[in-house]
């Protein structure tokens, strides 16, 4: 993770996966990926605990880089920067 300041990121992209039981958040984030451009951020909704464990081990496994997540009203917003 970086020292960014994740609440002044301004995503390319959101994947909502709130309401979504694992594997859905990583599922959407998956998807959502693929809409963003190498270099840009995803942003991932989510309110699965879980999700604060799947995505940074995903991001990891597949070359991306996961910043961090910020937690909102009764959420996460999770950042991953594209980087293939």
Avoid at 2 to 13: H, K, P, V
Avoid at 41 to 68: M, Q
Wanted: proline residues 4%; positive net charge; aromatic residues 8%.
């Amino acid at each position: 993770m970086s020292d960014l300041d994740l609440s002044s990121i301004s995503a390319a992209g959101t994947a909502d996966a709130r309401g979504s039981a694992c594997p859905g958040p990583l599922l959407e984030a998956k998807k959502g990926i693929g809409k963003v451009k190498v270099g840009e951020i995803l942003e991932i909704f989510s309110n699965d605990s879980g999700t604060r464990i799947d995505v940074p081990a995903w991001a990891k496994k597949v070359g991306h880089e996961y910043l961090g997540y910020l937690e909102v009203d009764g959420y996460d917003k999770h950042y991953v920067r594209r980087k293939k």
